[in-house]
């Protein structure tokens, strides 16, 4: 037997941890991920989905809302406006999907199972106690959270909770891409962002398909007629339209954190700005086109 498999199996009886050989960074790819990396698939954990009738024991968050997004749609600019409202807390991206749970030993790992609780379910009850605390430190009713890789992880938030809102914000594909390509057009070129970007909208639209109860806004929308879209979101929510989510309150930069959402200057402005003119149809990329249909944005 193997040193390391003797050091292991002394290590798992006396403390529950294993050493393990730490993953090798490939050459050149060193440092930290692109957001569009986020796709990157982890080992699926199994759990099971509570019925509607054990929510009250399974489940501390009711009826949670994620904004199901591509990056570069204008979602900081929705949590903003959303968080203005008395009933809403929208706190900056939480990226609950990377928590993860382990049983490091076979006594925790049966312990578990005893339980009736999975490794996923497991995290699925992390992830609610997560949300859950930091919704009842804002006094609130309902949390909104906004990490554009909910888009890769719709199924796994409709499971976790059965009573989930999804709110399905577009944009403009080549204005996505494009938005992408500026914030470091040397990092990307403006072909890979169109791939990167191509990601996440599929993603988005494969929940939008499977999600016949969700709600689908167009950032355009939102920046030309902010009102009419914030009285049809709140119908949604089943909450009362307030005025204060049109100015959401000028923002210092260190109330919004950087890597965790837009933290530019219009952010910051604490009202809705204009967007982007609308490219014209021989502006649109052709790996664009089928996604730019798909959407509608076809004038």
């Known amino acids: 037997m193997s040193l390391a498999r003797n050091l292991n199996r002394a290590l798992t009886v006396t403390t529950g941890l294993q050493v393990r050989r730490a993953p090798r960074a490939a050459k050149g790819k060193q440092g930290k991920k692109s957001a569009a990396a986020e796709p990157a698939a982890r080992q699926a954990a199994d759990y099971r989905c509570p ?4 929510l009250a024991t399974e489940r501390l968050l009711r009826r949670p809302v994620f904004i199901i997004s591509s990056i570069r749609s204008g979602s900081t600019l929705l949590r903003m406006m959303m968080g203005a409202h008395p009933r809403l807390h929208a706190p ?3 990226h609950i999907g990377r928590l993860e749970v382990t049983c490091t030993n076979w006594h925790s790992e049966r312990a578990m199972s005893e339980l009736g609780l999975l490794r996923g379910d497991l995290e699925h009850l992390l992830w609610d106690r997560v949300l859950h605390r930091d919704l009842t430190r804002s006094g609130k009713d309902h949390v909104v959270e906004k990490t554009p890789a909910n888009a890769y992880m719709y199924r796994r938030l409709k ?7 999804f709110v399905f914000l577009l944009r403009h ?6 938005s992408w390509h500026e914030s470091d057009p040397a990092k990307r070129p403006h072909d890979t962002a169109v791939t990167d970007v191509l990601r996440y909208m599929t993603a988005v639209e494969e929940a939008r398909t499977a999600d016949a109860d969700g709600f689908t806004v167009r950032y355009e929308d939102i920046t030309d007629d902010p009102e009419r879209e914030m009285r049809r979101l709140c119908a949604y929510l089943d909450v009362d339209y307030a005025p204060a989510m049109l100015n959401y309150g000028r923002k210092s930069s260190a109330e919004l954190v950087r890597g965790l959402g837009d933290w530019r200057e219009n952010i910051r402005t604490g ?4 967007g982007r003119a609308l490219p014209r149809q021989d502006e649109i990329t052709e790996r664009l086109r089928p996604m730019c249909a798909a959407w509608g944005y076809t004038s």
């Open 51 to 54: 019925p509607a009738g054990e």
């Open 92 to 94: 900056h991206e939480l």
């Open 159 to 165: 499971d976790c909770w059965p009573d989930a809102r």
């Open 173 to 178: 594909p080549e204005s996505i891409a494009r």
């Open 271 to 274: 009202t809705v700005q204009p």
